[in-house]
């Protein structure tokens, strides 16, 4: 018998013949395709997109409307995977700073260690005293003179004197009488020198913190001319004890709390990196740590 013969005999050949066959029948039935993503749109996906709709729109999408958010879906998620086969989220901000958004999101502490005591928001404030402490406020009444009207037979610093004592002597003709139209208010309620400065100049707000309260004074210099000012009301500045404020020094202290973890968890990270940084001369070094 010939070595042929033998070996059409062989039950091992008459398997892989067979398999052969089998396999040449499944690609011609399939007709060449290529092999198929899978997109799954779970009842969790669909019911997340019913429930960011329901917030946007104040009211449940119809079916249409719902058949047409899973179709968004499902073109995003194609796009996505072929752009990403691509390699086109490599090199693109926006997305680095995306997933870099999403891995910060994921470190975030767990709630038990943004917990603490009066003892810890104690001493945070005692080290952040100058973030909490409250300036002082003024309320205050003013009169405005302006040197730039050419029109007045006597200067402003004339009429101001002028002015100021009318005010001074209970005249009957009340402050709002008396000065140069002003797109400045007339009268300001209790207001932070940061606030007076803002509208005023900060040379005014720091001049109203020696002015004495009750009386009509002046005239003080702004970047806009010359002001009378009575001052109605004055709360001094103030360091205020953690039972006034604990809600604020708590919050901060969480965020503050919540940035020293993800330092530590970023340098926990940035130790499995070799960095290599360019030098001002054109070279290259290596670098294990944070620059």
């Known amino acids: 018998m010939s070595f042929l013969a033998k070996l059409v005999r062989e039950p091992l050949v008459h398997f892989i013949l067979i398999g052969a066959a089998v396999f040449a029948l499944y690609a011609l039935v399939r007709g060449g395709e290529e092999e198929r993503d899978r997109i799954v749109v779970t009842d969790g996906r669909v019911a997340q ?6 917030k946007t729109w104040q009211r449940p ?9 899973i179709d ?15 390699g086109l989220d490599r090199d693109d901000t926006l997305i680095r700073r995306r997933m870099q958004q999403k891995m910060e999101f994921l470190t975030e502490p ?7 005591g009066d003892a810890e928001l104690e001493a945070f404030l005692a080290a952040n ?4 402490h409250i300036t002082p406020q003024i309320a205050f009444t003013q009169v405005f003179i302006n040197p730039a009207k050419k029109n007045e037979a006597e200067p402003a610093e004339s009429r101001a004197e002028k002015f100021l004592a009318a005010l001074r002597s209970g005249s009957d003709q009340v402050s709002s009488e008396l000065g140069d139209p002003t797109l400045l208010p007339a009268t300001v309620p209790l207001s932070s020198l940061k606030t007076i400065g803002r509208d005023f100049g900060d040379e005014f707000a720091e001049a109203l913190t020696s002015l004495p309260k009750g009386e009509w004074s002046g005239p003080v210099p702004s970047p806009f001319g010359l002001h009378l000012v009575r001052v109605t009301e004055r709360v001094d500045g103030r360091d205020p004890p953690l039972a006034d404020i604990r809600d604020a020094v708590e919050q901060k202290w969480r965020t503050w709390k919540r940035e020293q973890f993800q330092d530590e968890v970023f340098k926990g990270l940035r130790a499995k990196y070799d960095v290599v940084l360019p030098t001002f001369d054109g070279a290259t070094k290596q670098t294990g740590s944070v620059p």
């Open 49 to 54: 997109l019913a429930q960011i709709f329901t």
């Open 129 to 132: 005293r100058e973030e909490f």
């Open 61 to 69: 999408p119809t079916k249409k409307e719902l058949r047409g958010l």
């Open 72 to 86: 968004t879906y499902v073109k995003e998620e194609i796009y996505y995977r072929e752009a990403v086969k691509l």
């Open 110 to 116: 767990a709630d038990n260690l943004l917990k603490t």
